[in-house]
Structure formats: C-alpha cells, structure tokens
Nanobody, 128 residues
C-alpha cells in the first residue's frame, strides 16, 4: 500500500497565497507522476497540476501563471504553491501519485506492482 497525506489547506482572502504539501509513504519502489486535482461542490474533479519524476510540469489553463507545482524526490513529496488566489479556486484539493511499489514474498525478496493512489483531500477556501 502507498499512502498520501496532504496538508496546508486553509481559509484565505482573495489575492492571498497558500502552499499545499503531500507526502507519500509505504513500500514505494519508484514514483512516476505526482500531481494535484481539485473538486468544487457540485462539480467534477479536475486536474490542477502534475509533475513527472524528471520535473516536467503540466498545468490547467485556469491556474497557469499563478500556481507552481514542485517535488522533492528524496522525500517523496509534492508541493503546490498557490498565489493570487481567487474565490473560484475554492475546492477540496487532492494529491495523486502513480508508480511502482514493493510487494514482499515470504522471504526477503520482493516483486514490484503498479500503484495509483489518492490522498484524502485538503480544503482550500478563498473568500472574496
């Protein structure tokens, strides 16, 4: 199992900034892409930003230029720096990661299997 734990959500005024963090833990062998998605009330979950293990990033057009995604591969952690926040950024923000995990045999050997995990979400509320 691979667990993702987000932190950093809060209530902030429009124009303010927040930084979200998401740490992955468990029997991780490697992580490919890490990213952030969000879901506002009554709406579908949507992509915010992703980053590959090599540092290639992808952003939704609605956040490009205001949000920055980064990661610390040594800590298996992804960050989302959100600047110039708008009320329409209000949502639950979810972290996602995919890669390979170790599954151990009865001995000390293991094999790898793919994983695609989600965090529990963190609330970001932007007041006008």
């Amino acid at each position: 199992q691979v667990q993702l734990v987000e932190s950093g959500g809060d209530l902030v005024q429009a124009g303010g900034s927040l930084r979200l963090s998401c740490a992955a833990s468990g029997n991780i062998f490697s992580i490919n892409t890490m990213g952030w998605y969000r879901q506002a009330p009554g709406k579908q979950r949507e992509l915010v930003a992703t980053i590959t293990s090599g540092g290639r990033t992808n952003y939704a057009s609605t956040v490009r230029g205001r949000f920055t995604v980064s990661r610390d591969n040594a800590k298996n952690t992804v960050y989302l720096q959100m600047n110039r926040l708008k009320p329409e950024d209000t949502a639950v923000y979810f972290c996602n990661a995919d890669g390979s995990m170790r599954t151990y045999n009865s001995g000390r050997t293991y094999y790898t299997t793919p994983f695609d995990s989600w965090g529990q979400g963190t609330q970001v509320t932007v007041s006008s």
